[in-house]
């Protein structure tokens, strides 16, 4: 009889709603892993070409946007909200202004919206931080010179080495958050700097190899090895001694890299939605297809200049809005004032790279 009972308890949990929906995130982020990342495969990579890259980057976007749509449908069950009582506790733990009048339906109605919302702002906001973290990942692989062979074995790498890093910020914020509310104010105070930073910084983001401080410190710690990078290794035995190659010096410039976008990216988020579900599948989801975005950027979608601007100016303003989130309450800000500002950041940015090829040509005509 425990036994059968242990059985049925295990099969009422894998029913669940909520273990349901979250199953079907991993399973879609697996997914990407194996199709889009190849993590399983021995084959060597090879660069996408324009069509292939736009067509695989469009259908791991639209798969990170349905999602909004799974949100809006089973939120309530993944947080097991099942009263206005449960709303009123979720509006209080996460700091969401929702109403309180009306009926449970209505309430969970507004509260779903609310969610969905959420998702979908954090999801756009990460989307085009990933745009310009690859910006600067297309420029590593430049300056160290790294054979097309070898991008993918990279690629894999620190993007798989991202999704752990925003799952460990997600919970280490969250918990923060939930234990110092004036942490908020930290990441507020981050964001506006990071912002103002990224509007100030030069554009030649070009480096010497060897004189990066990451090369720097990696040789005060391990030989690095002078063996051509196409053999694809990132350790190499010398005359009985173990270096390490080029390769995994890059990639500790990504992964290192990436720390400092997830510095930025996890905190924006946040200041758009305090619940860490919404917060970590925002910026999975966004990281999905990631390889394929990679290949798009490299196509020439990094002649929009004008998308540095605009995310320079969403840290800023979510940061802000962070700081003085009181009184945009009181001027009745929400999910949704928050989404139309960053949309309306973004579409501008477009449209100024669309109609002026290049800074220089926007600047003679201003």
Not at 93 to 110: D, I, P, W
Not at 174 to 186: D, K, P
């Amino acid at each position: 009889m425990d036994y059968l009972y242990q059985v049925q308890t295990l099969f009422l949990w894998a029913m669940d709603v909520s273990t349901l929906v979250t199953t079907c995130f991993i399973g879609v982020i697996f997914l990407s892993m194996v199709l889009d990342l190849g993590v399983f495969s021995n084959k060597k990579s090879t660069h996408l070409n324009f069509g292939q890259s736009l067509l695989r980057t469009v259908i791991w976007f639209t798969v990170g946007l349905s999602s909004v749509g799974v949100i809006y449908l089973f939120i309530a069950d993944i947080h097991h909200i099942k009263s206005i009582e449960d709303i009123a506790n979720y509006a209080t733990n996460y700091g969401v202004k929702l109403t309180t009048s009306g009926t449970f339906e209505e309430q969970l109605s507004g509260f779903k919206l609310n969610a969905a919302t959420s998702y979908f702002t954090g999801f756009l906001l990460e989307y085009a931080l990933s745009v310009d973290n690859l910006f600067v990942m297309l420029i590593i692989f430049q300056s160290f010179k790294i054979s097309e062979s070898n991008e993918r074995r990279i690629l894999v790498w620190g993007i798989l080495g991202a999704m752990i890093l925003r799952f460990l910020f997600v919970i280490i914020g969250a918990t923060a958050i939930s234990h110092f509310h004036w942490v908020l104010y930290g990441f507020g105070g981050l964001l506006v700097y990071s912002g103002i930073k990224l509007l100030f910084e030069d554009d030649d983001e070009t480096f010497e190899p060897n004189d990066h401080f990451v090369m720097k410190m990696v040789k005060k710690v391990f030989p690095v090895s002078t063996v051509s990078q196409d053999r694809g290794h990132f350790f190499h035995r010398e005359n009985g001694v173990m270096h390490v190659t080029i390769l995994f010096v890059v990639l500790i410039v990504v992964e290192l890299t990436d720390v400092l976008f997830a510095i930025d990216s996890v905190p924006a988020v946040f200041g758009v939605t305090r619940d860490p579900y919404l917060v970590f599948f925002s910026n999975i989801f966004a990281l999905i297809g990631l390889r394929s975005l990679y290949f798009l950027v490299g196509h020439g979608i990094k002649a929009f200049w004008a998308l540095k601007y605009a995310l320079s100016g969403i840290l800023t303003f979510i940061g802000i809005r962070i700081i003085f989130e009181s009184y945009f309450n009181e001027w009745g800000f929400n999910h949704i004032h928050n989404l139309i500002v960053i949309l309306g950041m973004l579409f501008i940015s477009i449209l100024l790279s669309l109609i002026f090829p290049t800074r220089q040509k926007f600047n003679s005509h201003s």
